[in-house]
């Protein structure tokens, strides 16, 4: 059964302190893994596409990383607006084009 | 530059009543989706479409119904609401890229309680 776990459910950081958030997934073939960013209110917002393994993406204090069982979310000395929900979604191979799969995402408080 | 337009924001309803929820995308996406979310899930899909006049179910379609007349509209209707379908509904579109892979774009939201 496909399926995305990710963790830590919570984590609370003070500002400059840098960390990472996992995102585990289990899917026969992946098409893609993506990253969105939810605030408070809102609907989530994207952040990056990985394809394969080995890639890399990188936006301002957020770089993500995908080997082939796990993507990682690195945040380098956030700052209090980085706090937010982050959601991972995987799109895999062997199911159709509109089929996403979403985690539960991390809540990440940024304290200043 | 709108992106993904829910209507309404807020609503309450009373059991058994009906109502319909708006999207609206200016992005000229061919496939448009609708999910609640829930706490502690993940996003769940309800419906989705991959074009004009085409529709189909999602993970949890049972209770809702949907319309796609137009491609840049997607409707979301509830028949006779009942309390488990409070939740944030969210509509999302993407655009279609074949066996490549599409981010999708969101909407902020719909927030349905139902007494």
């Known amino acids: 059964e496909d399926q995305v776990t990710q963790s830590p459910e919570a984590l609370r950081l003070q500002e400059g302190e840098s960390s990472s958030l996992n995102c585990s997934y289990t899917?026969?073939?992946?098409?893609?893994l993506f990253w969105y960013r939810q605030d408070p209110g809102k609907g989530p917002e994207f952040l990056f596409t990985?394809?394969?393994a080995g890639e890399e993406k990188e936006k301002e204090r957020l770089k993500a990383t995908l080997t082939k069982k796990e993507s990682f979310l690195h945040i380098t000395a956030p700052k209090p607006e980085d706090s937010a929900t982050y959601l991972c979604?995987?799109?895999?191979?062997?199911?159709?084009?509109?089929?996403?799969?979403f985690g539960t995402g991390t809540r990440l408080k940024v304290l200043a | 530059n709108a992106g993904v337009t829910q209507t309404p924001k807020f609503r309450v309803l009373k059991t058994g009543q009906s109502m319909t929820l708006l999207c609206a995308q200016d992005?000229?996406?061919?496939?448009m989706y609708w999910y609640r979310q829930d706490p502690g899930m993940g996003l769940r899909l309800i419906h989705y479409?991959?074009?004009?006049?085409?529709?189909a179910k999602g993970e949890v379609p049972d209770g809702y119904n949907v319309s796609r007349l137009k491609k840049q509209n997607f409707l979301l209707g509830l028949e006779s609401a009942a309390p488990s379908q409070t939740s944030v509904y969210f509509c999302?579109?993407?655009?279609?890229?074949?066996?490549?892979?599409?981010?999708?774009?969101f909407g902020d939201g719909t927030r349905l309680s139902i007494l």
């Open positions: 999302a579109s993407s655009y279609f890229g074949g066996l490549s892979n599409q981010p999708q774009h």
């Open positions: 899917v026969s073939g992946l098409r893609g």
């Open positions: 990985l394809y394969s």
């Open positions: 979604a995987v799109q895999p191979i062997t199911s159709g084009t509109y089929k996403y799969i």
């Open positions: 992005m000229n996406h061919e496939y």
């Open positions: 479409s991959v074009g004009e006049g085409t529709t």
